[in-house]
């Protein structure tokens, strides 16, 4: 027997996918149209879950046999009980551009990721601030000391608050949109205006769960805002910075995705493969030399500002790109320099 939750917010920490049924879906079965959707699953699986109250549509209970409409919202529970993470301390060098008893300032490498989570439960800044801070935590839905994160392959500063009150007083300042959030990116592409803002709200992917993309469905997705400037421009790539008005999984990657500009180097977002300039041989190489340099989205978060939970002062942290990111950028400069690009 299945228990009833009255409150759809008592779900939420379960959910780990929903789609918004696009307008032109046509009635499907609910079983056959998310194994159609859904890698690696079986229609026998869904099934399962359906009849164990883990697939709900429009926050109700459904049958295998219902049909999906155009609007509707369908949320995934977690197929398993959600696990409680064990948060192991482990010796693991982190770069602390700034500490006091408030606050953490750590300069992220790229390739490490942030929190703990399936395949990814050591090795993790988790992990290393455990054993930095000297404490073994167990967590259930939520991320110890870390009120923001980035992404695994982009690399720059995080905050990390030391203490309960800390969390709060910066978790408010995210959610009212009022920390300063400054990026620098490699993009492809040269721009036709020199700055400019992108509103575009941001769903998942139906294609692929671990890709988003801009919608224009209204009432889909998260509000999302990015605001760039181009620093400089290479002709076929451009250096821009970027300053997050709201922050969205993957948002600057998506939205530069949106506009023709993808990150250079970005694998999930197309930008792993030329895209710009003439391909003759040496170009060529010059471009495979720059992704083995940095096989990742060249993505760095740069600067952090915010009002201090301790001293209740705006403060502002700055960071140097790293090796992989300021060596891929002198090659494209030096390049730009030495020979004369036509735009295509």
Same mark, same amino acid.
């Given at each position: 027997?299945?228990?009833?939750?009255?409150?759809?917010?008592?779900?939420?920490?379960?959910?780990?996918?929903?789609?918004?049924?696009?307008?032109?879906?046509?009635?499907?079965?609910?079983?056959?149209?998310?194994?159609?959707?859904?890698?690696?699953?079986?229609?026998? @699986?869904?099934?399962?879950?359906?009849?164990?109250?883990?697939?709900?549509?429009?926050?109700?209970?459904?049958?295998?046999?219902?049909?999906?409409?155009?609007?509707?919202?369908?949320?995934? +529970?977690?197929?398993?009980?959600?696990?409680?993470?064990?948060?192991?301390?482990?010796?693991?060098?982190?770069?602390?551009?700034?500490?006091?008893?408030?606050?953490?300032?750590?300069?992220?490498?790229?390739?490490?990721? $942030?929190?703990?989570? $399936?395949?990814?439960?050591?090795?993790?800044?988790?992990?290393?601030?455990?054993? =930095?801070?000297?404490?073994?935590?167990?967590?259930?839905?939520?991320?110890?000391?870390?009120?923001?994160?980035?992404?695994?392959?982009?690399?720059?500063?995080?905050?990390?608050?030391?203490?309960?009150?800390?969390?709060?007083?910066?978790?408010?300042?995210?959610?009212?949109?009022?920390?300063?959030?400054? =990026?620098?990116?490699?993009?492809?592409?040269?721009?036709?205006?020199?700055?400019?803002?992108?509103?575009?709200?941001?769903?998942?992917?139906?294609?692929?769960?671990?890709?988003?993309?801009?919608?224009?469905?209204?009432?889909?997705?998260?509000?999302? $805002?990015?605001?760039? @400037?181009?620093?400089?421009?290479?002709?076929?790539?451009?250096?821009? &910075?970027?300053? +997050?008005?709201?922050?969205?999984?993957?948002?600057?990657?998506?939205?530069?995705?949106?506009?023709?500009?993808?990150?250079?180097?970005?694998?999930?977002?197309?930008?792993?493969?030329?895209?710009?300039?003439?391909?003759?041989? @040496? =170009?060529?190489?010059?471009?495979?030399?720059?992704?083995?340099?940095?096989?990742?989205?060249? +993505?760095?978060? @740069?600067?952090?500002?915010?009002?201090?939970?301790?001293?209740?002062?705006?403060?502002?942290?700055?960071? &140097?790109?790293?090796?992989?990111?300021?060596?891929? +950028? &002198?090659?494209?400069?030096?390049?730009?320099?030495?020979?004369?690009?036509?735009?295509?």
């Amino acid at each position: 027997m299945i228990e009833e939750i009255i409150n759809p917010e008592d779900r939420k920490p379960f959910v780990i996918q929903e789609f918004i049924v696009d307008k032109g879906q046509t009635p499907l079965r609910v079983d056959k149209f998310l194994t159609e959707r859904i890698e690696n699953i079986t229609r026998s @699986k869904i099934q399962r879950a359906i009849d164990e109250g883990k697939i709900w549509i429009n926050d109700k209970y459904i049958k295998s046999n219902t049909k999906v409409q155009p609007g509707d919202k369908i949320e995934i +529970l977690s197929f398993e009980e959600p696990k409680i993470y064990e948060i192991i301390p482990e010796d693991i060098p982190i770069d602390i551009a700034y500490e006091d008893d408030q606050i953490l300032i750590v300069n992220k490498k790229p390739g490490m990721t $942030v929190h703990p989570g $399936v395949g990814n439960f050591s090795g993790t800044l988790s992990n290393a601030l455990a054993f =930095y801070l000297k404490n073994e935590i167990k967590v259930k839905n939520r991320h110890p000391y870390l009120v923001h994160r980035i992404d695994k392959d982009t690399s720059g500063l995080l905050v990390v608050a030391k203490n309960d009150n800390a969390t709060r007083f910066l978790m408010e300042q995210f959610r009212a949109h009022t920390i300063i959030r400054k =990026y620098i990116a490699l993009t492809w592409g040269s721009f036709d205006q020199t700055e400019g803002t992108i509103i575009g709200n941001i769903t998942r992917s139906t294609q692929n769960r671990k890709r988003f993309r801009v919608t224009n469905e209204e009432g889909v997705g998260k509000y999302a $805002v990015t605001h760039y @400037k181009v620093l400089e421009d290479f002709t076929y790539t451009s250096l821009i &910075e970027c300053q +997050l008005e709201t922050g969205r999984t993957h948002q600057i990657r998506v939205h530069m995705k949106y506009i023709g500009h993808p990150l250079f180097a970005d694998e999930t977002y197309g930008g792993d493969k030329i895209l710009k300039g003439v391909l003759f041989s @040496k =170009y060529k190489q010059f471009v495979d030399n720059c992704f083995s340099i940095m096989p990742r989205q060249a +993505l760095h978060a @740069k600067t952090l500002g915010f009002i201090h939970p301790g001293t209740r002062k705006e403060v502002f942290f700055d960071s &140097e790109l790293p090796d992989d990111f300021s060596s891929v +950028l &002198e090659k494209w400069r030096n390049a730009h320099n030495a020979y004369t690009f036509d735009k295509d």
